[in-house]
Every structure is written in C-alpha cells, then in structure tokens.
C-alpha cells in the first residue's frame, strides 16, 4: 500500500524510524542526531548550534519530540515525519 503526500504524489512504503530517533532524541538530542536520522540535515545543524548557544538549554526541545516520537503510531510517525517532512515537533 502506498501513502500518499501534502501534493497528491504517490510514495512507496518506507519503514518506520520512529524507534530509532525517538531512543537518539531522548539520549543524543542535545546534538541534533535524531534529525539526521531522519534526514533534517538544516534542522539538525541548528538543533546542534542552538543546544552550545544556550549552554544546553535548548536541549529539551529533542527531549520532547523524543518522547512524541514514541508516543506516536509507526503510520502517523511516517505520515508526519517521513513524507511530509514536518522538521520540529
């Protein structure tokens, strides 16, 4: 069964990530890991820069999405994360 994206084109199954970027979140968020994961190389760079500005401050925003990560289904997680590429929370 293929999904269908925000702009009516077809993507084929894709395995569910959900797992592994939530764990990396919750443990290595701090440096923007779980959005290279997922292939948010911007959204990571800015995670990373933003976690030594605020001398680690900012690393409860990837604690928060670890955990919404895991909360969510493995359809909703590849549906939001995956196809339509949604890069913070």
């Not at 995670?47 to 895991?70: D, H, K, R």
Request: charge should be negative.
């Amino acid at each position: 069964m293929n999904v269908i994206d925000e702009n009516g084109n077809t993507v084929p199954n894709q395995e569910s990530k959900r797992v592994l970027a939530g764990v990396l979140g919750l443990i290595f968020g701090y440096l923007g890991v779980h959005k290279f994961v997922l292939g948010y190389t911007k959204e990571g760079i800015i995670q990373l820069i933003a976690t030594f500005v605020t001398c680690g401050f900012a690393s409860i925003i990837p604690f928060i999405e670890g955990i919404m990560y895991l909360t969510k289904s493995d359809e909703e997680f590849v549906e939001t994360y995956q196809v339509n590429k949604k890069g913070w929370f």
